[in-house]
């Protein structure tokens, strides 16, 4: 079965940098998450998108934004890249959460970013 | 704030021994989702509970939807050595419709041939 892909697997960037991570959801899924996770520490929501309007929004800082495009895939941008944005980003798809009944709430791989 | 909180933080046990961790709160959530999670990976659905009060068992896994919705359990039975990795718990609150998931601290799990 497909599953939720995500794009780079690894990406290493300098302080200042720009990043761009993309997304892509379990067909026919139409809400996307995105997760943040430090080392050790347990995922945390940076934001949602359903039907590419953003639907919920958790820490993120304001160098990052994020959108979801008319495919349904979303990107999150990364900007002024620091330190301690080093971590692993996980990108999860699901139904309509409001359905209920979880969605098939499903993570992606993720992908390692690490500033130096 | 953490509004999740999941022990025990880690065990270390025998193989073929059983293995049962929690996640409690203060908030009331409409479903509980447990997971595992192998280093460099993303988190892998272990078991779904959307009712207060349900048992769900998948293989050796069994996880509960706790009755006052506050609380979820995790057991898992007769432990091999591939069961090792780290487990977190994930609600939804029930003040919230956007599916975004809180995360319980974890619960590293290491397993002795």
Redesign the interface.
Known sequence: AAG?IQSPRHLIKEKRETATLKCYPIPRHD?V?W?QQGPGQ????LI?F?EKMQ??K?SIPDRFSAQQFSDYHSELNMSSLELGDSA?Y?C?S?LD??Q????G??????T?LTVV | GQQLNQSPQSMFIQEGEDVSMNCTSSSIF??W?W?KQDP??????LI?L?KAGELTSNGRLTAQFGITRKDSFLNISASIPSDVGIY?CAG?LRS???????????TTLQVKP
Do not use: C, H, M, W
């Not at chain 1, 209920?100 to 969605?103: A, H, K, L």
């Not at chain 2, 460099?40 to 659905?45: I, Y």
């Not at chain 2, 919230?96 to 974890?106: A, C, D, V, W």
């Open positions: 939720v809400t998450y997760y347990d995922p945390q929501f949602s359903y639907s919920d958790g692993l996980f999860a699901s959460p409001r209920g009944s979880g969605g709430y499903t993570f992606g791989s993720g390692r | 409409n479903t989702l997971y460099g990976e993303g988190p892998v659905l779904a959307y977190f939804q919230s419709n956007t599916g975004k998931l809180i995360f319980g601290q974890g």
